[in-house]
């Protein structure tokens, strides 16, 4: 078969038959490629239609082409003047550079010519359009089934809850490596999610997979615990410890990072660097610390027994808990022998935790020992393991003037900065020392680093405990909660103190007392062991 197109403005078309020749007209479709135009797909059941020389009884061997249904995807014209189309078996040679016809329209284009005659006289124009609507609609009925498709439960709806707040909170969006994605379709595919339970132990499984220690879930008792913690006062043995952070690798255990001053655990003898080991014979070798701070929590009266490793020693303990008090500020003032009425006396803050009190405590102290006409400061934040991170800034900002207090930073680098203008200053002029140690953890480096950084104080001990990374505290639907690392922390310095604490400028002597009254006789009595000199203490 054999077509020429012309390059009238209506092209005829000629058809070569055994027997006769049959001239036909050919509808030109002349539509370009745009929005805007109406262009067609049509059905590849066509029809031609014939010229009226044409007196022959039978049903038309060849269709011209008839609209079938709209579509602007395939918009190029079928034709163009002055070019030559040849069928050959079944496949559309377009020659000249003429557009060539979508895949499945070539493919039945042969078939279609072929039988033309006898569909067309066998069947009506409406009963074919029926069967491809039919068919179309079946395709697509085929598809939907094989897509995976659920409804989501309650269960399920508090999964992915939980997944998007750590997907937008969470500081290393590699997520250790894996999918985060991939995981969540994995989990609501595969783990069970019919009772609560089994929800909590799904979102345990998830967030294990970033190998994190500090980012958990809580369950709704666990994280009203918590938010206590950060409150005035809890029920407990009033110990405060975490993991032992590359300091004591040999260890198992749960290292104490400070104890309540006056709490059972202080009586005791527990002090900061003591491994536990056993909590009611439970070994701590694989217990987070928030399952540890629950155990260790409890009914006021009601005993706990601890396995404590002190040096090479280990020793059973038998604590009653009772309400510790968290009162966040002790202060005194230290006299200094010389100097008679005029002698020089020092203010004395003791700074044991960073809850909601804890800025307004400070300023409080810091006011009333002025009354007093004190000439310099020592701020000790020995065993304070942290607490509420503004908390922290803010008591920097009541000691310097100006100056970068905090690099907040992700994966990318610095992500904020928490600086000070000297708007909330109070005390920026007297002299300053801060005492530290393996106790001091968490919001207390960030404070002793700025304090150290921006030339505000002296520093004196040993290197701090090592807490980098900041945790932020979300609440879910039902009252659980979860605790995410969401970012990490350097000094102004820009110096990052996971895993290495900040260094002191001076050490302590190592029988420097922790208590109040024994520091100030350390002051006063040149002879003791422990004595620092004045000027040692604030020369920068």
Not at 41 to 54: E, F, M, T
């Amino acid at each position: 078969m054999e077509a020429v197109v012309g390059s009238s403005p209506s092209p005829s078309l000629t058809i070569t038959r055994r027997n006769s020749t049959i001239a036909f007209k050919v509808l030109s479709w002349n539509s370009l490629y745009s929005r805007s135009n109406n262009s067609r797909v049509y059905h590849p059941i066509l029809r031609l239609k014939r010229s009226g020389n044409d007196n022959s009884g039978s049903c038309s061997s060849l269709c011209y082409i008839e609209q079938m249904f709209s579509n602007r995807t395939f918009s190029q014209p079928i034709w163009r003047h002055s070019k030559i189309f040849i069928d050959k078996q079944s496949l559309l040679v377009v020659q000249n550079g003429l557009t060539s016809l979508p895949r499945k329209f070539k493919t039945s284009l042969h078939k279609t010519v072929k039988h033309s005659e006898i569909f067309k006289c066998l069947v009506p124009d409406i009963f074919v359009r029926s069967c491809i609507g039919l068919m179309l609609v079946m395709a697509v009925n085929g598809a939907v089934v094989k897509a995976p498709s659920f409804a989501l439960t309650e269960e399920n709806l508090l999964f992915l809850e939980a997944w998007r707040t750590i997907d937008r909170a969470y500081i290393d969006k590699t997520f250790n490596g894996q999918s985060w994605f991939r995981y969540r379709e994995d989990a609501l595919r595969n783990e069970p999610m019919n009772t609560r339970q089994e929800t909590y132990a799904a979102i345990k499984k998830m967030i294990a997979t970033l190998d994190d220690p500090f980012t958990r879930f809580l369950e709704p008792e666990k994280f009203k615990s918590l938010r206590s913690g950060t409150q005035s006062a809890l029920t407990g043995v009033g110990l405060s410890i975490g993991y032992p952070a590359g300091k004591n690798d040999s260890a198992p255990g749960l290292v104490v990072i400070s104890t309540s001053p006056g709490g059972p655990a202080n009586r005791a003898g527990i002090s900061s660097g003591d491994i536990i080991l056993q909590i009611d014979n439970t070994s701590t070798e694989n217990m987070g610390i928030y399952d540890a701070a629950e155990r260790l929590q409890g009914p006021e009266g009601s005993g706990v027994e601890l396995t404590v490793l002190h040096g090479s020693e280990t020793s059973q303990l038998s604590l009653i808990r009772e309400r510790v008090s968290l009162n966040p500020v002790k202060s005194r003032i230290c006299k200094l022998p010389t100097g008679g009425d005029d002698a020089p006396q020092i203010g004395y803050i003791k700074l044991s935790s960073f809850n909601q009190n804890a800025s307004g405590a400070v300023r409080e102290a810091i006011e009333a020992l002025r009354k007093s006409n004190v000439n310099a400061f020592v701020l000790d934040l020995r065993d304070n393991s942290g607490g509420l991170f503004p908390e922290g800034v803010e008591i920097a900002k009541i000691w310097l003037d100006k100056g970068v207090i905090v690099y907040i930073c992700d994966s990318r680098g610095v992500r904020d900065i928490f600086d000070t203008d000297g708007s909330n200053v109070v005390a920026a002029s007297e002299p300053l020392a801060v005492l530290v140690n393996k106790g001091t953890a968490s919001a207390s480096e960030i404070l002793a680093g700025a304090l150290k950084d921006n030339k505000r104080a002296q520093l004196f001990g040993e290197p701090t405990y090592g807490k980098g990374k900041i945790q932020s505290v979300f609440q879910l639907s039902d009252g659980s909660g979860l605790a995410v690392t969401v970012a990490r922390y350097e000094t102004p310095a820009h110096n990052d103190i996971d895993k290495v604490g900040v260094i002191p400028d001076h050490p302590l002597p190592a029988s420097f007392p922790k208590d109040d009254l024994s520091f100030c006789n350390c002051l006063q009595n040149p002879a003791a062991t422990c004595h620092i000199d004045r000027i040692e203490l604030f020369s920068k």
